[in-house]
């Protein structure tokens, strides 16, 4: 059965309203909610440890955490730490998705697929307490590096936050599961070829590998609203996506540049003018039934794990209970 997960980024609200955004999306039934870990944005850690004691039930994670900007042994003790404030509700998504904000920070990732690789060895070995020592290319940790606090758990899934078909394949070869973003949803088969290859690759079952796709999504019984909040958000973002997967659709990043520049300067109504119906189908947008059809390109590409993000709707709130009551329903 498919699993259906939010994806809440910073712009929905302030930190309060975004666990409380979590906590309604724990009572409407979903799988799980993320909180994107961007560069100098709302830190994803402190939303996730408010989450987990503000919810029951729902699985709560950091996605896009990179091990550049934080040492991968301080990865191992947020992520135990959320493990036992959720009670063993905690996953973990380790990578990146850009390059780009990283260099906000003045760092270089550099091999950023040998040092993911890497990193989610430190983490998996630190949460087991085996070890201690560790020499890597890019990573490596003494022989006193070990946790001083004892796991709920070991074996907390981490997912692998992937972009390019290198970084999707070691996503399928060593991760619990993949999160790359499908954006378009259009763009899912291309997607998700190269984690199954990578996980037969190693040797593993393609079953075994849930693939969790991030699509942005802008629900509303309002169809017009609808698109008018994702034409902003696909203003701003659009030139930061891959060109592989926005040929999909026939746009390419460079296409986004003009509503860019408009939304940078605050003109929103110009940069939503801008914004094609072709240059939009880089989410699912529209009515209830709109987005039932976009869940299932989705699903028609290989994905398992549906995580729906972006402006999710005109109103937040209104767009988890639509999403909860008139889309999941109809795949399950």
């Not at 091990?67 to 996953?91: C, K, M, Q, Y």
């Not at 560790?134 to 692998?160: C, E, K, N, W």
């Not at 991760?175 to 763009?187: F, I, N, Q």
């Amino acid at each position: 059965m498919t699993r259906f997960g939010i994806r809440l980024l910073d712009d929905l609200g302030t930190p309060r309203e975004l666990v409380e955004l979590a906590a309604l999306a724990d009572r409407h039934g979903f799988d799980s909610v993320w909180f994107p870990h961007d560069t100098l944005r709302t830190n994803s850690w402190a939303l996730a440890a408010a989450t987990a004691t503000a919810t029951e039930r729902i699985q709560v994670g950091s996605v896009g955490t990179n091990p550049w900007a934080t040492h991968p042994g301080e990865i191992a003790t947020f992520l135990a730490t959320l493990d036992g404030l959720s009670n063993g509700r905690a996953v973990l998504g380790l990578g990146i998705h850009t390059t780009e904000h990283l260099a906000w920070l003045g760092v270089d990732a550099g091999d950023y697929v040998q040092g993911t690789r890497e990193a989610h060895e430190i983490v998996r070995m630190l949460l087991r307490g085996e070890g201690p020592r560790y020499d890597g290319q890019v990573f490596s940790l003494p022989d006193d590096a070990h946790l001083r606090m004892t796991p709920l758990r070991r074996d907390v899934p981490i997912y692998i936050c992937p972009f390019g078909e290198e970084y999707l394949e070691l996503s399928g070869a060593i991760g619990a599961g993949s999160l790359p973003m499908m954006t378009p949803p259009a763009s899912a088969r291309l997607m998700v070829e190269p984690i199954l290859h990578g996980a037969v690759q190693a040797g593993r079952d393609p079953a075994d590998v849930d693939v969790a796709g991030l699509a942005w999504i802008s629900i509303s019984e309002d169809g017009t609203a609808a698109r008018d909040r994702l034409a902003e958000i696909a203003a701003y973002f659009g030139t930061y996506l891959e060109a592989p997967a926005l040929a999909t659709i026939g746009v390419t990043p460079e296409d986004y540049l003009p509503a860019r520049e408009r939304i940078m300067a605050g003109d929103r109504e110009g940069a939503r003018r801008l914004i094609s119906d072709e240059m939009l189908g880089l989410g699912i947008v529209g009515t209830p039934e709109d987005c039932r059809h976009g869940v299932q390109t989705l699903i028609d590409g290989g994905v398992t794990n549906v995580l729906l993000g972006g402006p999710l709707g005109p109103d937040p709130r209104e767009a988890i209970r639509l999403i909860a009551e008139e889309v999941v329903p109809y795949f399950r």
